[in-house]
């Protein structure tokens, strides 16, 4: 059971460095880091997978209604791959 604790309080000590602030040598600091800067690009990922699968059929203006539906349904999943774990995260 120490041997567990010790493991445990090692995995927190690395995660915590994973999510402290960006410093840079001349002592200047800023607030965003990966943790905070994840969601906003997931969420700008997830944006623009979303305006192809919305927009994207009127550029095949003869294709199938089913064959549009579906490609745009094919575009959408992977929008929600991103999506949602962004809205998870932040």
């Known amino acids: 059971m120490a ?3 010790i ?3 090692e995995e927190i000590s690395r995660s ?3 999510f402290r602030p960006i410093r840079f040598s001349s002592g ?6 990966l943790a905070t800067l994840a969601p906003i690009g997931l969420l700008l990922a997830s944006s ?3 305006t ?3 927009y994207g ?3 095949f203006p003869g294709a199938a209604l089913w064959v549009v539906v579906l490609a ?3 575009i959408a999943f992977f929008e929600y791959w991103l999506a949602v774990p962004a809205n998870r995260i932040g």
């Not at 200047?28 to 880091?33: C, D, I, P, R, S």
């Open 7 to 9: 493991l445990a309080a």
């Open 28 to 33: 200047v600091q800023l607030g965003f880091n």
């Open 48 to 50: 623009l997978f979303m």
């Open 72 to 74: 745009s349904w094919g």
């Open 16 to 18: 915590a460095e994973f």
């Open 52 to 54: 192809f699968a919305w």
């Open 57 to 59: 059929h009127l550029k």
């Open 3 to 5: 041997l567990a604790s």
